[in-house]
């Protein structure tokens, strides 16, 4: 679901007592449009096609500014890359090996209660889950 930059300002210091920053808006706006996780290039390059310019240095101080707040993730997938990504709803992952395509996918089944299960059974606080599922694409087979 695509957001305005509008909801971007708003949920980029939402609660937090930030100061608006053109550029947090801009890189928000950037991941809650994108549909899938992003490395910093590739935040540049999309907000360079958007008009915006933005340096390495401030992309990667808003990245952690809205990590702090909870807005954005990063996740990592095989490699040492970081990539980061929206923190709205929970996903997982189909990430093709072969083009490093990357999918978001909702499953149907909740993992609430093995993560219950594993949090008691291994005296465990459990503060977040990843899942990725590795594989390859329809155009790579």
Request: some cysteine.
């Amino acid at each position: 679901m695509k957001k305005n930059t509008g909801e971007a300002s708003t949920l980029s210091r939402q609660g937090k007592g930030l100061r608006k920053s053109v550029a947090r808006d801009a890189i928000l706006d950037t991941f809650m449009n994108a549909g899938k996780p992003l490395s910093v290039p590739g935040i540049i390059t999309s907000l360079s096609a958007k008009g915006t310019s933005v340096n390495k240095t401030t992309v990667y101080r808003e990245i952690e500014t809205l990590k702090k707040i909870g807005r954005v993730r990063e996740v990592f997938f095989r490699n040492d890359t970081a990539l980061y990504e929206f923190a709205g709803d929970h996903h997982h992952h189909l990430v093709c090996v072969s083009c490093g395509d990357v999918r978001e996918v909702r499953l149907n089944e909740s993992l609430e209660q093995e993560e219950n299960r594993l949090a008691r059974r291994e005296r465990f606080t459990i503060l977040d889950h990843s899942l990725e599922f590795f594989g390859m694409c329809e155009r790579c087979r």
